[in-house]
């Protein structure tokens, strides 16, 4: 029984204002919902039965022996392309099947695809075949990618929905809904109770409901990328990166405050750095994964489990924080300032928030001041980013211990959030602390990701060795 050859043809380039986006990487290459494009379109195809193989074109080169004499017809579809109605897909490969001769796939303006009646004749039209003059099958299976329109509609669309069943929207809005009515109706609420020298950082949100139990609200939608796409394909540069620090730190000075006493200042950061610390660890020890990652901990590392990691950070806690003077006050605080919830144009210099922590009344609008500040660290120092796009990786070294390596190339941007923490006088330590506690406090949220939660144990542990009194 013939099945279909699909051949992946990574040879079409971004231009100009997708590379902005994406750095100098091939549309293959570029990373989206933690997966590059190619490995999203491996895992899309493999899942048609009639799909053989999935291969790139140079290693469809290397298979010339094995499929040679085959009679199995190939599906080229180019990287610029994507599948957006799999109903439409199917039938082209099951028209695949049948074809004598070969035929281009017109998405309207350019080729998306060619069907080849068998992988000789793959190879014998060659890269300089003329394929607008094959016979044209018009579909609407796929949207280029070309079209920076379209990439960003597209890149766009993937919001971080964990917490939410649908993100739906048009050109000009976002529908959020969500079961958790009680999460959306915070969410929403904080939009709404925000003050008025602060709302331009946020998008426009309206129409909030609440019916067959769940809710929704719309907001603008914002033909940007979030800067985590851009961080980790290394599309900013170091004077843009600058900008950015600029801006962002500019939010941080002007959030709203509040004086404290010093007893609510304490009460709070030990709520955030040490009680949330606590209370998530107990979670974890109670989740059905943690026992496997008990056993790697005290294998490959020099800790037995976690509670031994959790009582250093909190001594460490103790040693950096006990003879600082601070200011007593708390801000009106994003609540999750990470790369991921940061829109931003470097043309139009235009950044907009998303995704607040949320809140019931304008008291729970109030944080602690260090709490976006160490959001913002762990996208930049602490590559939280690139754990979310799945570039890291867990090794055992020679000494049998576990070793984490992280695909970032961040040190030029260390340097300037550093910059920026010492023109603001903000220590770097403290930052670092604060963030080591993010980590060990998402533990129990990442338990469904094995391996990311052992890469954030050994990632907290890299920042408590770093800043080691």
């Not at 409901?209 to 599309?235: I, K, Q, W």
């Not at 030029?412 to 060990?440: G, P």
């Amino acid at each position: 029984m013939k099945k279909v050859i699909v051949i992946y043809d990574d040879s079409r380039k971004p231009d100009r204002e997708i590379r902005v986006i994406t750095g100098h990487k091939s549309f293959g290459d570029t990373i989206f919902k933690r997966q590059s494009l190619r490995q999203r379109s491996g895992t899309m195809f493999l899942k048609y039965e009639i799909v053989k193989t999935f291969i790139e074109s140079d290693e469809a080169y290397e298979l010339i022996d094995e499929y040679a004499g085959s009679d199995d017809p190939v599906f080229k579809i180019y990287s610029d392309h994507e599948a957006v109605d799999k109903e439409a897909l199917g039938i082209l490969l099951e028209k695949s099947l049948y074809v004598n001769e070969n035929y281009s796939v017109f998405d309207g303006e350019k080729t998306a695809a060619v069907i080849y009646p068998s992988f000789a004749a793959w190879l014998n039209a060659g890269s300089d075949a003329d394929e607008a003059a094959y016979e044209k099958i018009k579909s609407g299976a796929f949207i280029s990618l070309s079209d920076v329109n379209n990439f960003r509609r597209f890149i766009t669309s993937g919001f971080d929905a964990r917490f939410f069943n649908s993100l739906k929207g048009d050109e000009y809005t976002v529908v959020k809904t969500s079961n958790n009515v009680d999460k959306l109706r915070k969410e929403y609420k904080y939009f709404t109770l925000l003050p008025p020298e602060m709302k331009q950082w946020y998008g426009t949100v309206f129409d909030y409901r609440e019916e067959g139990g769940s809710a929704s609200y719309s907001m603008e939608r914002y033909h940007m990328t979030d800067l985590a796409l851009r961080y980790v394909h290394g599309a900013i540069d170091e004077d843009e990166f600058r900008d950015l620090m600029e801006i962002i730190f500019h939010f941080i000075k002007i959030r709203k405050q509040t004086e404290v006493s010093d007893e609510e200042y304490e009460a709070e950061a030990v709520r955030l750095y040490i009680g949330k610390v606590e209370e998530r660890t107990e979670t974890l020890k109670t989740l059905a994964g943690y026992e496997e990652i008990k056993s790697y901990i005290e294998l490959g590392t020099k800790y037995n489990d976690i509670d031994e990691i959790v009582k250093r950070y909190k001594l460490l806690y103790g040693k950096i924080t006990q003879k600082r003077k601070f200011l007593k006050v708390k801000v009106v605080g994003h609540g999750d300032l990470c790369f991921s919830n940061i829109l931003y144009n470097n043309s139009a210099g235009l950044l907009k928030l998303i995704d607040p922590k949320g809140a019931a009344d304008e008291e729970g609008m109030y944080m602690n001041p260090f709490y976006d500040i160490a959001k913002l660290s762990h996208s930049i120092c602490g590559s939280y980013d690139y754990f979310n796009s799945e570039q890291y990786e867990i090794s055992v070294g020679t000494d049998m211990k576990l070793s984490l390596k992280i695909d970032a190339d961040n040190d030029r941007y260390i340097r300037i959030f550093k910059e920026y923490l010492d023109k603001n006088d903000l220590d770097y330590r403290l930052i670092r602390l604060y963030e080591a506690s993010l980590f060990l406090s998402m533990l129990p949220l990442h338990i469904d990701r094995p391996k990311k939660v052992l890469g954030f144990i050994l990632n907290a542990i890299r920042i408590m060795d770093e800043i080691e009194v």
